[in-house]
C-alpha cells in the first residue's frame, strides 16, 4: 500500500490490485474525518475535513485500520435479464476464440461484483469470476451508445446507464433501470453490489426487458488482479436533466412547486428574460455519493456565493443563480437581490422604464416588473444572483445543483423560464461588500498547487515547465473543465495507461497532447490520464472565475508545510482567496511606466 498526495485535502492511496482497493475501501468506511471515498481500478481516494482530522493523523489512521485478507463482502444482489443480442456479440466471441453461444453462457454463469463506480451516474464497473472475459475496446468508439446496453472492455462488465458515445464492446441490453433519482438507492449497481445477468424470459426477448431483481446475499471470494480499461465517454452535457417549465415547476409533475414542497409558500419569482452563455442554479453540491459515480458539482465559486447570500440575509449555502456572462431577469413580487462574484455593469429597470445603476456585492431591493440586466463581465466569468430566501428548485440527492455532465439538477435556464424565490432570511441585510479583485482576460494570475499524485508519471523538464512557463486559459472551457495551453507540452515518463482512478476538483490532468485540463466542479469521477498535481482548496474559487485569455502561474506549495491545519484547517474566506496576485494585461499599443 502506497499512500500519495493527491491535494491539499485528499490522499490517494494505491493497493496492489483491485480486489485489494475493493477491501480497502469497504474496511475505511467510517473513518473520522474523511468525507468521501471514491474507489480506483488500483487506488482509494480518501477526501478529508482538515478541521477534523490532518493528513498525516489520516495516514496513521488508514495504515492501521485492519483489512479483511481473504473477501470482498458485498452489500446487496441483483438480478439483471439481459437479450443477448448486442451488435458485437459475434466480434467478442471471435477475440476470445469461442462461439457466441459460450460467451453468452460463461457471462450467465459467472459471479460479478461492482468493484466502483465512474464517470456516469450508476455506471457500474463490474468485475467477473470468469478469467475468459478479457476483451479490448473497440477501436472506434461509437458516438451513440443506446441506455440498457451491456458491454464488455477488458476484465470488466459496465451496463450503460443513459444513452452516451462510448467504446464497449456490447453484447446485449436491458430494460433495468440503472439510476433512478426516486429510487434509494439510485444506483442499480453501486459498488460491492453481486450482480447476477440473468437471460430475459422468451416472451420479452423481442421486446423490452424489464425487471431488475434485489435480494441480499453472500460473500464473493477475492479475484486476481485486473487492468482497467479507458473510460467510456461520458455523456453530453445538458441531456436528460431536470427542468423547470416556464411557470417554474419540474417538468412533468404537474402543480407542485419547483421545489418540490408545495407546502411552503413562495414571495415571488424570477424570469429569465435574456439567458447568458450559460444560467444554472446552483448551491454547495452534493457531496457524499461517489459511491453512486456523482461528483459533488456546485457552485464554481464559493466566495461569490457566500458573499451574494450575506449580502441578502440567507444562509451561507443557499441556493443562487450562476450566470456566464450577461443576462436579464424580470423580478414577479417584491424581494431583495445582490450580484457578486464577476464584475460588470449592473442596471435595474422599474416598469415605468426608469433606470439605476446597482454597486456591485450590494443588496437592492426589487419590486414587480423590475428588470435587472447584467453587462458583460469586465473582470472574472461567472456573476452570481442571490435573492432573500433563496432561490427554490427541485432537489436531487439533497442538491439543487445543476451539474452540467451528470445531467442531475434543474436544467440550464433559457428564455421564459421561471424560479420561485423563497419567504424569509435568518439574518438581516449586510450593505458592507467584501473587497475582491478578480482578473480580466490577458491578466496573469498565481494559483498555488500540490504535486500529485501522478507527477512520477512526468519527466524532470516537465515539472520545472510545469511552473516556468505560463498557461493560457483558452475559450474550449466549461464546468467540467478549464483546457489549459502552453507553448510546451508536458512530456511524460511512463508511457501506456494509467487504470482509472479518483479525481478532486482543481486536478491538474494531463491528456496525451500534454496540455493540461484543470477540473472544475462538474469533472468526472473518475479518469484514466494522469494528474499531475490539484490546485489548494483556497485557489478553487479563483479558478472559477478566469474568463478565457488568462495567463496562469503555477506555484508548488508543501500540502504539510503550508496546507496543513492552518490555514487549510479553517473555512475559506475573502481574505484567504488569491487575488492580490493577479497582474493587468498591458495593451501593446500602450506604454507602460517603470
Request: net charge negative; glycine share 14%.
Given at each position: 500500500m502506497r499512500i500519495l498526495t493527491a491535494s491539499d485535502r485528499a490522499l490517494l492511496v494505491e493497493a496492489a490490485d483491485l480486489d485489494e482497493a475493493m477491501r480497502l475501501n469497504l474496511a475505511w468506511d467510517g473513518i473520522h474525518g474523511v468525507v468521501e471515498r471514491i474507489p480506483g481500478a488500483r487506488t482509494v481516494l480518501l477526501r478529508f475535513d482538515p478541521l477534523r482530522v490532518s493528513a498525516t493523523e489520516l495516514v496513521a489512521v488508514v495504515e492501521a485500520t485492519p483489512v479483511d485478507a481473504e473477501h470482498v463482502r458485498h452489500t446487496r444482489e441483483?438480478?439483471?435479464?439481459?437479450?443477448?443480442?448486442?451488435?458485437?456479440?459475434?466480434?467478442?466471441?471471435?477475440?476470445?476464440?469461442?462461439?457466441?453461444?459460450?460467451?453468452v453462457n460463461r457471462h450467465l454463469a459467472a459471479e460479478w461484483q461492482v468493484a466502483f463506480s465512474g464517470?456516469?451516474?450508476?455506471?457500474?464497473?463490474?468485475?467477473?469470476?470468469?478469467?475468459?472475459?478479457?476483451?479490448?475496446?473497440?477501436?472506434?468508439?461509437?458516438?451513440?451508445?443506446?441506455?440498457?446496453?451491456?458491454?464488455?472492455?477488458?476484465?470488466?462488465?459496465?451496463?450503460y446507464p443513459r444513452e452516451s458515445p462510448g467504446g464497449w464492446q456490447l453484447i446485449g441490453r436491458t430494460d433495468a433501470v440503472m439510476w433512478d433519482i426516486e429510487r434509494d438507492p439510485p444506483a442499480l449497481m453501486?459498488?460491492?453490489?453481486?450482480?447476477?445477468?440473468?437471460?430475459?424470459?422468451?416472451?420479452?426477448?423481442?421486446?423490452?426487458v424489464r425487471s431488475a431483481t434485489a435480494s441480499p446475499g453472500r460473500d464473493m471470494p477475492p479475484r486476481s488482479s485486473v487492468a482497467l480499461p479507458p473510460d467510456p465517454m461520458p455523456a453530453r452535457p445538458g441531456d436528460a436533466v431536470v427542468a423547470l417549465d416556464g411557470a417554474g415547476h419540474r417538468a412533468g409533475t404537474g402543480s407542485g412547486s419547483a421545489a418540490g414542497v408545495g407546502s411552503v409558500a413562495a414571495l415571488g419569482t424570477v424570469e429569465v428574460v435574456r439567458p447568458s452563455l450559460q444560467l444554472l442554479v446552483q448551491d454547495l453540491g452534493r457531496s457524499g455519493h461517489a459511491a453512486l459515480g456523482v461528483s459533488a458539482s456546485g457552485v464554481a465559486d464559493r466566495t461569490a456565493l457566500r458573499d451574494a447570500n450575506r449580502a441578502v440575509g440567507n444562509p451561507a449555502g443557499a441556493a443562487v443563480l450562476e450566470s456566464v456572462g450577461g443576462c436579464v431577469l424580470r423580478f414577479r413580487g417584491d424581494g431583495v437581490a445582490a450580484v457578486?462574484?464577476?464584475?460588470?455593469?449592473?442596471?435595474?429597470?422599474?416598469?415605468?422604464?426608469?433606470?439605476r445603476t446597482l454597486a456591485h456585492g450590494t443588496p437592492f431591493a426589487v419590486v414587480d416588473g423590475d428588470e435587472l440586466a447584467l453587462g458583460h463581465p469586465t473582470h472574472g466569468l461567472r456573476y452570481v444572483i442571490a435573492v432573500r430566501g433563496g432561490i427554490r428548485a427541485h432537489e436531487a440527492l439533497g442538491s439543487t445543483a445543476s451539474d452540467t455532465l451528470a445531467g442531475l439538477g434543474p436544467a440550464p435556464l433559457?428564455?421564459?423560464?421561471?424560479?420561485?424565490?423563497?419567504?424569509g432570511a435568518p439574518h438581516a441585510v449586510d450593505p458592507h461588500p467584501q473587497p475582491r479583485t478578480l482578473p480580466a482576460s490577458g491578466d496573469q494570475v498565481e494559483l498555488e498547487i500540490t504535486l500529485g499524485p501522478r507527477d512520477d508519471w512526468f519527466t524532470a523538464s516537465a515539472l520545472q515547465t510545469l511552473?516556468?512557463?505560463?498557461?493560457?486559459?483558452?475559450?474550449?472551457?466549461?464546468?467540467?473543465?478549464?483546457?489549459?495551453?502552453?507553448?510546451?507540452?508536458?512530456?511524460?515518463?511512463t508511457g501506456g495507461e494509467l487504470p482509472s482512478e479518483g479525481a478532486?476538483?482543481?486536478?491538474?490532468?494531463?491528456?496525451?497532447?500534454?496540455?493540461?485540463?484543470?477540473?472544475?466542479?462538474?469533472?468526472?469521477?473518475?479518469?484514466?490520464?494522469?494528474?499531475?498535481?490539484?490546485?489548494?482548496?483556497?485557489?478553487?474559487d479563483l479558478a472559477g472565475q478566469l474568463p478565457p485569455g488568462v495567463r496562469i502561474r503555477f506555484r508548488v506549495v508543501d500540502p504539510v508545510m503550508d496546507h496543513g491545519r492552518s490555514p487549510a484547517s479553517r473555512p475559506a474566506s475573502a481574505a484567504d482567496t488569491p487575488q492580490a496576485s493577479v497582474r493587468p494585461h498591458l495593451d501593446p499599443t500602450e506604454k507602460g511606466t517603470s
Open positions: 441483483v438480478s439483471i435479464p439481459v437479450q443477448y443480442d448486442g451488435e458485437d456479440l459475434d466480434e467478442v466471441a471471435t477475440l476470445l476464440g469461442v462461439s457466441a453461444e459460450e460467451v464517470f456516469a451516474p450508476g455506471f457500474g464497473y463490474t468485475v467477473g469470476s470468469d478469467p475468459l472475459f478479457d476483451v479490448p475496446r473497440r477501436s472506434s468508439p461509437r458516438t451513440r451508445v443506446p441506455a440498457g446496453s451491456v458491454g464488455l472492455a477488458g476484465h470488466f462488465t459496465g451496463v453501486s459498488p460491492g453490489t453481486l450482480v447476477r445477468f440473468v437471460r430475459a424470459p422468451a416472451s420479452v426477448r423481442g421486446g423490452a457578486a462574484g464577476a464584475v460588470g455593469e449592473l442596471v435595474l429597470t422599474d416598469a415605468a422604464g426608469r433606470t433559457k428564455a421564459g423560464d421561471v424560479v420561485e424565490m423563497g419567504m511552473t516556468a512557463q505560463e498557461w493560457t486559459v483558452t475559450p474550449r472551457s466549461d464546468r467540467v473543465g478549464i483546457r489549459l495551453h502552453g507553448d510546451v507540452p508536458l512530456e511524460r515518463a478532486v476538483t482543481g486536478a491538474i490532468q494531463v491528456p496525451a497532447d500534454g496540455q493540461p485540463v484543470l477540473f472544475l466542479p462538474d469533472h468526472p469521477l473518475t479518469g484514466g490520464y494522469p494528474i499531475i498535481g490539484a490546485l489548494t482548496d483556497r485557489c478553487l
